[in-house]
């Protein structure tokens, strides 16, 4: 049974940054793409960053790109995102993904295992 929580989440001033972490069990961490999605309030989910299964690959919406960035670590089975320069508009939930194989792409349907989510609230 995969298990994927996250933590981190938090508010925070404009400007300001946090970093969320994704704690995976169940399967062999390293054998698989991990992904961050968010979700804002009347909006759909939305595709924040991905990467690859030893961490060479990395990919990132426009939105936060230069911004946002995502690394793993395959020894402790976690996956982090690293934010900074925080905007109201990045207010959400956000969620972590596990995908099916290496490496997975920034459809939410390539990702078969979900987190619960933990909340960023950004403040202007």
């Known amino acids: 049974q995969v298990q994927l929580v996250e933590s981190g989440g938090g508010l925070v001033q404009a400007g300001g940054s946090l970093r969320l972490s994704c704690a995976a069990s169940?399967?062999?961490?390293?054998?698989?793409?991990m992904g961050w999605f968010r979700q804002a309030p009347g909006k759909e989910r939305e595709f924040v960053a991905r990467i690859g299964w030893s961490g060479g690959f990395t990919s990132y919406a426009d939105s936060v790109k230069g911004r946002f960035t995502i690394s793993r670590d395959n020894a402790k089975n976690t996956m982090y995102l690293q934010m900074n320069s925080l905007k109201p508009e990045d207010t959400a939930v956000y969620y972590c993904?596990?995908?099916?194989?290496?490496?997975?792409?920034?459809?939410?349907?390539?990702?078969?295992?979900w987190g619960q989510g933990t909340q960023v609230t950004v403040s202007s």
């Open positions: 169940g399967r062999t961490f390293k054998n698989y793409a």
């Open positions: 993904a596990q995908g099916r194989g290496r490496i997975s792409g920034p459809r939410a349907d390539e990702y078969d295992y």
